[in-house]
């Protein structure tokens, strides 16, 4: 798992590339956007273009994210969801939860 970070307008997106399958390099996406909310940056956006796949680990870090993010008065965005990766969010429902975008710039965008 490789976790890219740019900033947008003071807009912090995270590309992961890779599995997000649990284990170590998983988490590491949790520290990451607990880091950006201990730096006050707490406009995220998770970039999953280059997410082969996931499974419930990888739901649970994403959720974990979404929660410390909201705990801290921040917001979480994805976007670029393979179609596999956006089933598994319709399946458990989560699709509800989170605001979801084709691309990163809409993404970004829609914090304005």
């Given at each position: 798992m ?5 900033n ?15 284990g ?52 979480l965005?994805i ?19 989170f ?14």
């Amino acid at each position: 798992m490789k976790i890219g970070v740019k900033n947008y307008d003071d807009v912090y997106v995270l590309t992961l590339k890779g599995k997000l399958m649990g284990g170590p390099e998983t988490t590491a996406v949790h520290d990451k956007v607990k880091e950006l909310i201990e730096e006050d940056k707490k406009r995220i956006v998770l970039d999953l273009s280059k997410v082969k796949w996931m499974n419930s680990s990888g739901l649970g870090v994403i959720m974990g994210c979404f929660t410390s993010l909201k705990n801290a008065d921040g917001e979480l965005k994805i976007c670029g969801a393979s179609e596999k990766v956006k089933s598994l969010f319709m399946i458990t429902k989560l699709v509800t939860l989170f605001e979801s975008y084709k691309n990163v710039k809409e993404a970004v965008e829609s914090f304005k």
